[in-house]
């Protein structure tokens, strides 16, 4: 009941749904470009239609009374941000503990304009020995869905090229938002 009622909003406002989900046990999904706060409402309905038990993590700051209750329902892990590798590392032990996991996640971390992707999804891809899923939503064709899946090598130049090839011609809600898809630079 829920899928079709989740597909039919995103009919009655013109989006339509394109590729297909991995039949694969654990992975990683990415979601670009996130450059909206409708974003989030967009693809909590692409995980209503296709029942999929999304694990994903938020500030714990916004998990609190009646909205941090819908979002552990919805498959929200609060984390406290201050200490990525712990983030990372806590991710990856979920991925050991259970038989079955799809992680979700956008790279760009934020709504605005950043000079990079974070690189959380990466690491986490690469520790756990799962692949990444590419999600979308392109605005200028109204449609969101599935991309390739990605078996990541290990050369985060060679890997972040391929997925920004995908990404390349797909734009956001507010398109000048949409973050450079390489990695910060280590000093």
Same mark, same amino acid.
């Given at each position: 009941?829920?899928?079709?009622?989740?597909?039919?909003?995103?009919?009655?406002?013109?989006? !339509?749904?394109?590729? =297909?989900?991995? %039949?694969?046990?654990? &992975?990683? +999904?990415?979601?670009?470009?996130?450059?909206?706060?409708? $974003?989030?409402?967009?693809?909590?309905?692409? !995980?209503?239609?296709?029942?999929?038990?999304?694990?994903?993590? @938020?500030?714990?700051? +916004?998990?609190?009374?009646?909205?941090?209750?819908?979002?552990?329902?919805?498959?929200?892990?609060?984390?406290?941000?201050?200490?990525?590798?712990?983030?990372?590392?806590?991710?990856?032990?979920?991925? =050991?503990?259970? #038989?079955?996991?799809?992680?979700?996640?956008?790279?760009?971390?934020?709504?605005? &304009?950043? $000079?990079?992707?974070?690189?959380?999804?990466?690491?986490?891809?690469? !520790?756990?020995?799962?692949?990444? #899923?590419?999600?979308?939503?392109?605005? *200028?064709?109204?449609?969101?869905?599935? @991309?390739?899946?990605?078996?990541?090598?290990?050369?985060? =130049?060679? *890997?972040? @090229? #391929?997925?920004?090839?995908?990404?390349?011609?797909?734009?956001?809600?507010?398109? =000048? %938002?949409?973050?450079?898809?390489?990695?910060? %630079?280590?000093?």
């Amino acid at each position: 009941m829920l899928s079709k009622a989740a597909l039919w909003i995103l009919n009655f406002f013109g989006w !339509k749904l394109i590729g =297909e989900l991995p %039949k694969l046990n654990k &992975y990683v +999904i990415i979601i670009a470009p996130h450059t909206s706060n409708w $974003d989030f409402f967009i693809f909590i309905l692409v !995980k209503m239609h296709y029942r999929l038990d999304v694990v994903f993590i @938020g500030k714990h700051t +916004i998990f609190i009374g009646p909205i941090g209750w819908v979002l552990k329902k919805l498959g929200g892990l609060p984390v406290n941000r201050s200490s990525s590798h712990k983030v990372v590392d806590q991710i990856v032990d979920e991925f =050991e503990r259970r #038989q079955q996991m799809v992680f979700g996640l956008s790279p760009e971390g934020t709504r605005s &304009y950043l $000079d990079h992707w974070k690189s959380g999804f990466y690491h986490i891809a690469i !520790k756990a020995k799962v692949p990444v #899923q590419t999600a979308f939503l392109d605005i *200028d064709t109204h449609s969101l869905g599935w @991309g390739p899946l990605f078996h990541l090598s290990g050369d985060k =130049e060679k *890997d972040l @090229g #391929q997925i920004a090839e995908f990404y390349a011609d797909k734009r956001g809600i507010k398109p =000048e %938002k949409f973050s450079k898809i390489v990695f910060k %630079k280590n000093k």
